[in-house]
T-cell receptor
Framework: AQTVTQSQPEMSVQEAETVTLSCTYD???????LFWYKQPPSRQMILVIR??????QNATENRFSVNFQKAAKSFSLKISDSQLGDAAMYFC????????????FGTGTRLKVLA | ETGVTQSPTHLIKTRGQQVTLRCSSQ?????VSWYQQALGQGPQFIFQ???????GRGNFPPRFSGLQFPNYSSELNVNALELDDSALYLC???????????FGPGTRLTVT
C-alpha cells in the first residue's frame, strides 16, 4: 500500500531560524512526484515545492528546500530564515505517475513560528 | 487569471439528506480532484475527473459521486448523508494529471 507519514504533529521555530519537517513514504512505483503544501489558518492550501522522483537534484524555492532521499523514501522540507507568515499546517503529498492518479497526503505538521 | 472557487462556503444538512458542492477550476485546467478533510487531518482523496471522466477514486462509497462539465467546472454529490461526512471538502484543479494542484478555499459541511 502507498502511504505518506509525517511523524511530527507539531513543530516550533524561532523567527529567523531554520526548521526541518520530516516526511517518509512507501511505494513500489519508480516514477512519481512529491509535494509540500502549506495550509494557513485561512485554510486555502498552496503549493510550497515539488520534487520529481527521477531528478536527483533537490528542489529549492527561495527559503524552502527539500532533502530527497529516494532509496530511503524520505522527503524532508527545510525552511530557512523562518518568518511569522510561515506558521501553518504543512502537508507532504505523493502521486504516482502510472495507473490511477491518486494523490496521497500525510496527516500534516503544524508549524508555529515564535517571535 | 481566476483561481479555484467553491460554493457554498458553509452548509448544514441533516443526516439522510443529499448535498451538492460546486467547484470552478482555474482557467485552462482540465483536471479536478475532490478531497475530504476531517478536522486536524490531511486531505483524503475522493476522486479525480479528467476531461469529464472519472480518472481515479479513493476509498469512498458510491454515495459519493461527481460530475465534470465541458467548461471543466465540477460537482461533488453526496447521498444519504452520515454524521461522519462532516468535514471540509476541498476541490483542486491542475493543468495535467499528476501535476501540482491549485486548491479552492473549501466548503465546510456539517451534518446534524
Amino acid at each position: 500500500a502507498q502511504t505518506v507519514t509525517q511523524s511530527q504533529p507539531e513543530m516550533s521555530v524561532q523567527e529567523a531560524e531554520t526548521v526541518t519537517l520530516s516526511c517518509t513514504y512507501d511505494t513500489s512505483e519508480s516514477d512519481y512526484y512529491l509535494f509540500w503544501y502549506k495550509q494557513p489558518p485561512s485554510r486555502q492550501m498552496i503549493l510550497v515545492i515539488r520534487q520529481e522522483a527521477y531528478k536527483q537534484q533537490n528542489a529549492t524555492e527561495n527559503r524552502f528546500s527539500v532533502n530527497f532521499q529516494k532509496a530511503a523514501k524520505s522527503f524532508s522540507l527545510k525552511i530557512s530564515d523562518s518568518q511569522l507568515g510561515d506558521a501553518a499546517m504543512y502537508f507532504c503529498a505523493y502521486i504516482p505517475l502510472s495507473g490511477t492518479y491518486k494523490y496521497i497526503f500525510g496527516t500534516g505538521t503544524r508549524l508555529k513560528v515564535l517571535a | 487569471e481566476t483561481g479555484v472557487t467553491q460554493s457554498p462556503t458553509h452548509l448544514i444538512k441533516t443526516r439522510g439528506q443529499q448535498v451538492t458542492l460546486r467547484c470552478s477550476s482555474q482557467s485552462g485546467h482540465n483536471t479536478v480532484s475532490w478531497y475530504q478533510q476531517a478536522l486536524g487531518q490531511g486531505p483524503q482523496f475522493i476522486f479525480q475527473y479528467y476531461r469529464e471522466e472519472e480518472n481515479g477514486r479513493g476509498n469512498f462509497p458510491p454515495r459519493f459521486s461527481g460530475l465534470q462539465f465541458p467548461n471543466y467546472s465540477s460537482e461533488l454529490n453526496v447521498n444519504a448523508l452520515e454524521l461522519d461526512d462532516s468535514a471540509l471538502y476541498l476541490c483542486a484543479s491542475s493543468l495535467l494529471r499528476g501535476d501540482e494542484q491549485y486548491f479552492g478555499p473549501g466548503t465546510r459541511l456539517t451534518v446534524t
